[in-house]
């Protein structure tokens, strides 16, 4: 199971993490982060193929982990979808703007988060 993509969820809900680890291990490999701070940490040790990152969090918004990953050149290139409970068009634009590759809005609907994710890898290559 080596070829399965990885998938880092960064979320300080522990039942959005349980959520989409259940949505989504039969396909990927997941890996867990519940702060940006533990999301930065972890991307010291593993190279996710996309990154799904809430944007209210209490350490560190999902902004500044996006700003953090398009600092180094290694993970520039990751892919990443806003997952969040904030659906105004604003934040739509502000998180494109900073370079995200989707916006899901919690609560999702399963299949469009596996939808979006597929699109996302696809668009990487």
């Known amino acids: 199971m080596a070829d399965r993509k990885i ?14 680890r259940g949505l989504l291990s039969n396909e990927y490999d997941v890996r867990l982060a519940k702060s940006g701070k533990m999301a930065l940490s972890a991307l010291e040790k593993v190279h996710p193929d996309i990154i799904l990152l809430d944007i209210e969090m209490p350490d560190m918004s999902g902004f500044e982990v996006i700003e953090e990953i398009g600092k180094d050149p290694n993970l520039k290139d990751i892919p990443v979808i806003f997952v969040t409970s904030h659906a105004t068009e604003d934040l739509v634009l502000k998180a494109i703007g900073h370079g995200a590759v989707d916006y899901v809005v919690k ?14 890898l696809a668009m990487k290559g």
Request: aromatic share 4%.
């Open 7 to 20: 998938v880092l969820v960064v979320d300080d809900s522990t039942a959005n993490l349980q959520l989409c």
């Open 107 to 120: 609560p999702f609907a399963p299949d469009v988060l596996g939808t979006k994710i597929k699109e996302a």
